[in-house]
């Protein structure tokens, strides 16, 4: 069964990334290092940096800048990636 055409839109808002892709790229937008997103996703933070570069490749960019920037541009941060204070 497939889902609603809304939450695959929301997920994958960039075909070419993964949900796990986007949602790391979201929460990089948000100025949060690897460690922090790792600790909040329960993933290492090795992972992280491997969803990280792969997002980079796959978007032909080049640093973690160029990344928050795209995200920007593309409304990619958002209050409930922002992480808790």
Not at 46 to 68: D, I, S
């Amino acid at each position: 069964m497939s889902e609603p055409a809304e939450a695959t839109d929301r997920e994958r808002p960039i075909p070419q990334l993964t949900a796990r892709e986007t949602e790391v790229l979201r929460l990089v937008a948000t100025g949060m290092s690897s460690k922090e997103i790792a600790a909040q996703l329960f993933l290492s933070h090795r992972t992280v940096q491997n969803h990280v570069q792969n997002t980079l490749g796959k978007l032909h960019l080049h640093n973690r800048v160029e990344l928050v920037r795209f995200a920007l541009a593309h409304g990619l941060e958002d209050e409930d990636a922002a992480p808790a204070t």
